[in-house]
């Protein structure tokens, strides 16, 4: 058997015989005999956007790995700082690599004053702190401009290093105005997770404290949230990135499309949904409604996989070791309802329908005492690193400017009718 497929032009009878290389065809061969053929894929169902080495998703085994490492062992034994070198590195780094990185991103964590007092205190007093660390991101490119020299690898590396320490200062820059209270600055003696934390809660205390069970939680769930592949938010960053734009403006637009509650905005409509239903006795008729087509049951399905999502697992686990400190989330028996009675109707079954990252993690948040509108913030400032990650190797592999082409189904030519003449 040849690892290859044959097209046939039936209006030709041409043939070309197409290699199959990393399970797909090169769209260059495709286009020798087909020249001006599109493959119409409206949502990139089956469209592969180019070559990547970063994360491997097998959809149909439930399959998750980073640069070769199943997420099950890098959820239980690194760190989301170390998974974020791996991810932009290809490799673990060695002793003192681990400490330089850790040092360098605790010491760039700090943003200019004028944009704390000035940009982020602009926002009206209601403002969602998506749309806030969205616009924030955007406005640094404004900051160092020498960001848009993407192509100095050295001038790369420095902004990827700044994204990664400032978005978490800036997302909890637009939660503390949201709620009206002060500014708190990064603390450089805690860990990533921990000094997040504190910039979220620290009210009166001199030092920020928490059990080690909650930091690492969220740590967790920060290593669970870095990367997933050509979703579409990075499938935005590489796009955006293509055009050269610099990395602030990259992840700025990456983070919008996470925005959407069909992507990352998913665990905060997982929580609304979960209030909605308020009540274990109200599952089965909620999930009536689901197959009649009123409404989706978020935090379930997915386009890639197909089988129980890898990280919802993972968060399960880490749900249970917060709830054993902060106390059980009253929601969890209506999610763990809704799970078993979705698990075994064939409306679920027959379309594969599993629970995704999204299910547990909005349980976890709001048991940490986030409010929802922080849920897709608490997903942006991981995946910050993925979105780096991909930027990054793009650059690296001398990438085409993304420009995909429609069918159009529009009108054939007619002429201009002035405004007297249309009636
Ligand atoms: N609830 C009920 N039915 C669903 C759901 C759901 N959550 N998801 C898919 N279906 C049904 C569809 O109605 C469709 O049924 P049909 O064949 O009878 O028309 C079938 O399953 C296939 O669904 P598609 O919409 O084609 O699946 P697609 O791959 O386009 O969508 C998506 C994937 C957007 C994730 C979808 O499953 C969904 O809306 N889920 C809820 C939102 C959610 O949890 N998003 C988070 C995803 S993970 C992430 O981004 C981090």
């Not at 005999?33 to 149909?60: K, M, R, Y």
Request: glycine share 6%; proline share 5%; net charge negative.
């Amino acid at each position: 058997m040849t690892d290859s497929i044959t097209i046939t032009d039936n209006r030709t009878g041409e043939s070309v015989e197409i290699p199959i290389r990393h399970g797909g065809v090169n769209s260059t061969d495709w286009a020798s005999l087909l020249g001006n053929i599109w493959f119409a894929d409206e949502a990139f169902s089956h469209t592969a956007v180019g070559e990547s080495a970063i994360t491997e998703l097998v959809g149909d085994e439930g399959i998750l790995r980073y640069r070769g490492y199943p997420i099950e062992q890098v959820a239980e034994r690194s760190t989301y700082l170390e998974v974020a070198y791996l991810l932009l590195n290809g490799e673990l780094p060695n002793e003192a690599e681990y400490n330089a990185w850790i040092d360098e991103i605790t010491h760039h964590t700090y943003i200019h004053e004028n944009f704390l007092k000035r940009f982020i205190e602009a926002f009206r007093y209601d403002a969602h702190t998506m749309g806030m660390l969205i616009s924030s991101i955007a406005a640094l490119s404004a900051f160092y401009p020498e960001a848009k020299h993407v192509l100095d690898p050295e001038i790369r590396r420095k902004q990827i290093v700044r994204l990664i320490a400032k978005v978490p200062t800036m997302a909890a820059a637009a939660y503390r105005f949201s709620v009206g209270l002060p500014f708190v600055y990064p603390d450089n003696q805690l860990d990533f997770a921990t000094n997040f934390l504190s910039m979220i809660f620290r009210i009166a205390q001199p030092k920020y404290e928490c059990h080690p069970a909650v930091s690492r939680a969220l740590d967790i769930l920060f290593i669970l949230h870095a990367d997933h592949s050509q979703n579409c938010s990075t499938t935005t960053a590489r796009v955006v990135g293509s055009s050269h734009a610099d990395p602030y403006s990259v992840v700025a637009s990456a983070c919008a499309a996470l925005y959407g509650p069909r992507h990352g905005g998913a665990n905060e409509a997982v929580l609304e949904m979960l209030r909605r239903i308020g009540t274990y006795e109200n599952v089965n008729d909620f999930i009536s409604e689901v197959k009649s087509g009123k409404t989706r049951l978020m935090g379930f399905g997915h386009r890639v996989y197909k089988n129980y999502d890898p990280r919802a697992k993972i968060i399960k686990e880490a749900a249970d070791a917060v709830f054993e400190q902060v106390g059980k989330n009253p929601l969890l028996d209506i999610a763990l309802k809704l799970e078993e009675v979705a698990l075994a109707d064939d409306y679920f079954i027959s379309r594969r329908l599993y629970p995704n990252v999204d299910f547990y993690s909005g349980l976890i948040y709001q048991a940490l005492n986030f409010p929802t509108t922080m849920f897709t913030v608490l997903f942006a400032i991981p995946r910050t690193s993925g979105w780096l990650a991909h930027w990054n190797e793009l650059l690296e592999r001398d990438s085409r400017i993304a420009r995909p082409r429609q069918l159009y189904v529009g009108h054939p030519k007619r002429d201009y009718v002035p405004l007297s003449g249309r009636g």
